[in-house]
């Protein structure tokens, strides 16, 4: 079946980075995009963008341009999500999830990551 | 950007009761494009509804989605004790501009 398993937990201080990795399985790698939601308490589910695996193209969220980074290893069919800079306000649970057939909802999502911004 | 509104914020029901949960675009969603999610506590969403009416693989016929143009509903026949968990729209009208709503928790009465 479908799997998408997210890396653990992170604590970071103000202004580093931060990067989440989802490896995915039972499933064609290359096959469908692969979309990063964060989930926070405020702001509710925010959209990051995606990374087409296939190519490796992406597409950004203007609230994220300049700030997140999507990259893929094919050979071992994980997707990564690097967010920089990062304040309080990026502290959520980050979720990586597949892109479905025929247009841009998610039929599987990953575990989640929580990333705490703390001093 | 379209902003989805969903309504209400917390439905109280029994089980075996009748469920209906709205969602309301700022604009026209096209193509039907809206998905409907559950979120049980602890755990990451699952899909249950895509291009407003379709039901993803293994969802329950209890749930059904309906609406086009800015209103939309998600309706679950009766209400089974696995069911009370918090429920989000999706819209990928607009892609790749995706926007989620503020949920509806449905709890046990």
């Known amino acids: 079946q479908v799997q998408l398993g997210q890396s653990g937990a992170e604590v970071k201080m103000p202004g580093a980075s931060v990067k989440v990795s989802c490896k995915a399985s039972?499933?064609?790698?290359?096959?469908?995009?692969i979309h990063w939601v964060r989930q926070a308490p405020g702001p509710g589910f925010e959209w990051m963008g995606w990374?087409?695996?296939?190519?490796?193209?992406?597409s950004y969220a203007q609230k994220f341009q300049g700030r997140v980074t999507m990259t893929r290893d094919t050979s071992i069919s994980t997707a990564f999500m690097e967010l920089s800079r990062l304040t309080s306000d990026d502290t959520a649970v980050y979720y990586c999830?597949?892109?479905?057939?025929?247009?841009?909802?998610?039929?599987?999502w990953g575990q989640g990551t929580l990333v705490t911004v703390s001093s | 950007e379209i902003v989805l509104t969903q309504s209400p914020g917390t439905l109280s029901l029994s089980p075996g009761e009748r469920a209906t949960l709205s969602c309301r675009a700022s604009?026209?969603?096209?193509?039907?494009?809206l998905a409907w999610y559950q979120q049980r506590p602890g755990q990451a969403p699952r899909l249950l509804i895509y291009?407003?009416?379709s039901r993803a693989t293994g969802i329950p016929d209890r749930f059904s989605g309906s609406g086009s143009g800015t209103d939309f509903n998600l309706t679950i026949s009766r209400l089974e004790p696995e069911d009370f968990a918090v429920y989000y729209c999706?819209?990928?009208?607009?892609?790749?501009?995706?926007?989620f709503g503020g949920g509806t928790k449905v709890e046990i009465k």
């Open positions: 999830a597949r892109g479905g057939w025929g247009g841009d909802f998610f039929d599987s």
């Open positions: 039972g499933y064609t790698f290359t096959g469908y995009y």
């Open positions: 990374i087409n695996p296939n190519s490796g193209g992406t």
């Open positions: 604009q026209r969603v096209a193509r039907t494009y």
């Open positions: 291009g407003a009416s």
């Open positions: 999706q819209q990928y009208g607009s892609s790749p501009l995706l926007t």
